[in-house]
C-alpha cells in the first residue's frame, strides 16, 4: 500500500514545490510508481512535470467538489510511473466553495483511500497556508516532510507549523508522523547556511534528514521547461541531492 506523503510549510519559497516535483520523480526514476498530488492553486508541481496547466478540463478542485472521478482527474506526466493529480488557478476558490460542506477536512483523504494501493508513494505539494487544502492534506498523509531553506528566518513559523501538525493529530489523523526536516537551497560558499543547520539541529527535536539541497541555478530553471531535474540536467548537483533524497526515503 502507497506511503501518502505532503510537503508542508506555511512559508513560500522554502522549496516545497521544488520537492515535490523532484522527489517524486527521482522515486519514479527509481522504479516506483508514484502519484503527484498539487493542492496548490499555483499549479507549479503541476506544469514542473510538464502538463500544461491552463488547458486542464479536470483538476484537483472539480475533485474536492465532486464534479469529475479520480480517473477523470488523473493526469500523466512527463516521467514513466508518475501520475498526477494536477491543479491550477481554479482551486483558489476552494475556500469558500468548501464552506458548510459536510466532513471537508476527509475529502483528499476519501479520494486517496481508493488509489492508494495502486502507488508505493503519494506526494502532495501543499500550499503556503496552513488552510484547508493543507488540512486535507495532513488528514489524508501518513507522513510529512517539512522543507526548510537556509536562511536567517528559517525557525520563523516553524513552531506554528508544528502545533498545527500535533493538532491535526489529535482531532483528524492520529497516525500522521513527523517524517522530518529537509534543508533547502543550501549553501556552501556561506557560513549563514551552516548556522541556520546547526541553529535548527539544536533547537528542533525532530529527524532530520541527511541530504541537504544544494543551492542549484539547474533547479530553478527546469520547470520553465516543463522538466524534473533529473531529466534536464541529470548530473547537477541538485539532481544528485534530490536522488538521494529519494534513497533515503526509500531505505
Ligand atoms: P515553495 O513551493 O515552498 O513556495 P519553490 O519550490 O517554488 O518553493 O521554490 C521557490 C523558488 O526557489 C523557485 O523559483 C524555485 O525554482 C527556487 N528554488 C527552489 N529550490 C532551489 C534550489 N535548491 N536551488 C535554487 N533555486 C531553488
Ligand atoms: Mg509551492
Known sequence: MGRIIAIANQKGGVGKTTTSINLSSCLADLGKKVLLVDIDPQGNATSGVGIIKQNLENTVYELFLDECTISECLTKSVVDNLNVLPSNVNLSGAEIDLIGVENREYILKNVLDQIKDLYDYIIIDCPPSLNILTVNAMTAADSVIVPIQCEYYALEGLSQLIHTINLIQDRLNNDLEIDGIVFTMYDSRTNLSSDVVENVKSNVHINIYDTVIPRNVRLAEAPS?????????????????????????IK
Open 225 to 249: 521547461f516543463g522538466l524534473p531535474i533529473h531529466m534536464y540536467d541529470g548530473k547537477s548537483a541538485g539532481a544528485v541531492a534530490y536522488k538521494n533524497l529519494a534513497k533515503e526515503i
